[in-house]
């Protein structure tokens, strides 16, 4: 959906197509009880509502309509390359093995995890999505001037 990427739908629909924003990510922050989906973007006051129009016309797509293959090839290989990046100094293998351990998670987690980002389908990626993801409930933050 948009790990900060060139590639994914959200940076295409946003910054490269629509040039509302300078730069996008999104992530989820998963604990024990309850994970957050966040969604980042930077763009000049005036684009901040189009920016978000934008967003939720994206998630409420993924809730919809099956990613094409190419897609889910590309979200699964970015996923992936993540799992040893995350792991790639002493502190974030520490880090990792506590914050599993402290949650009750399996300390090989991200070995399980990419097993199951390669078995996944486009149609596990929608009813996740439309299980767990509320685009109409979204939480704003907004950080600078307000728009004029």
Known sequence: MGGGFYATRLYQDLRENSGLVYFVSSDFEIGKTRGIYHLDYACDPQNVSKARTVAVRDLKAMLTTPVGLEDLRQAKAMLLRQIPLSESSENSIAGGLISRSSIGLPLDEPVVAARHYLDLT????????????????LVQVTEGPPPK
């Open 122 to 137: 486009a149609d596990e990626v929608k009813a996740a999505f439309a299980k767990w993801i509320r685009p109409d409930s």
